[in-house]
């Protein structure tokens, strides 16, 4: 059983389409995140979200728009892709996320893998 | 302005030694810090924590060591295997829901 899974692995698309990515997870936390892993390894989160509502926005462009129907799934849909979109994102939850007690830690999804051509 | 840094790209340790991996941060407002894990093509995975009132954590093979007045961390592996070899990140929070992560260490145990 994944905990947290993302859907798909593998995107190519081209520059200016739009494109979503998945996310769900199994373990009942309140909390999700999105990440993005650029060229140079560098894991920078995006965006927080807290019982589906927005906590952290790391000013991302607003082509880029997270949607969370429920606590179980955090989506990340992304418009006019740009070729700077290039980069794996990470899906991750946790249960809370003030991140001062070991019950907060955060799990990882797989990743998405992205290529804008 | 990157407030967490991992200044080593990369470590080669043999099988059996000790692995130390470091990390620094700037920010003094970090009270609780994490070491993952990740191999290729998969997703982070947590280590080891520790928080800013503690200056040492031990969890079997791995132990973690803060020193708060130099703002430093570092991850301590003994004895290594060959398993361990990955990239190593260390994060840092202030209890925000957001968690800052350095650039990672990729840690190549030699069997």
């Known amino acids: 059983d994944t905990a947290v899974s993302q859907t798909p692995k593998y995107l190519v698309t081209q520059m200016g389409n739009d494109k979503s990515i998945k996310c769900e997870q199994n373990?009942?936390?309140?909390?999700m995140y999105w990440y993005k892993q650029d060229s140079k390894k560098f894991l920078k989160i995006m965006f927080s979200?807290?019982?589906?509502?927005?906590?952290i926005n790391e000013t991302v462009p607003n082509r880029f728009s997270p949607k969370s129907p429920d606590k179980a799934h955090l989506n990340l849909h992304i418009n006019s892709l740009e070729l700077g979109d290039s980069a794996v994102y990470f899906c991750?939850?946790?249960?809370?996320?003030?991140?001062?007690?070991?019950?907060?830690?955060?799990?990882f999804g797989p990743g998405t893998r992205l290529l804008v051509l | 302005d990157q407030q967490v840094k991992q200044n080593s790209p990369s470590l080669s340790v043999q099988e059996g030694r000790i692995s130390i991996l470091n990390c620094d941060y700037t920010?003094?407002?970090?009270?609780?810090f994490l070491w993952y894990k990740k191999y290729p093509a998969e997703g982070p995975t947590f280590l080891i924590s520790?928080?800013?009132?503690?200056d040492k954590n031990e969890d079997g093979r791995f132990t973690v060591f803060l020193n708060k007045s130099a703002k430093h961390l570092s991850l301590h592996i003994v004895p290594s295997q060959p398993g361990d070899s990955a990239v190593y990140f260390c994060?840092?929070?202030?209890?925000?829901?957001?968690?800052?992560f350095g650039t990672g260490t990729r840690l190549k145990v030699l069997a």
């Open positions: 991750a939850s946790s249960q809370g996320g003030r991140g001062s007690i070991p019950e907060e830690t955060q799990y």
């Open positions: 373990l009942g936390h309140d909390t």
């Open positions: 979200y807290n019982n589906k509502e927005l906590i």
């Open positions: 920010n003094s407002m970090f009270d609780y």
């Open positions: 520790i928080s800013s009132i503690k």
């Open positions: 994060a840092a929070t202030s209890g925000t829901y957001k968690y800052i």
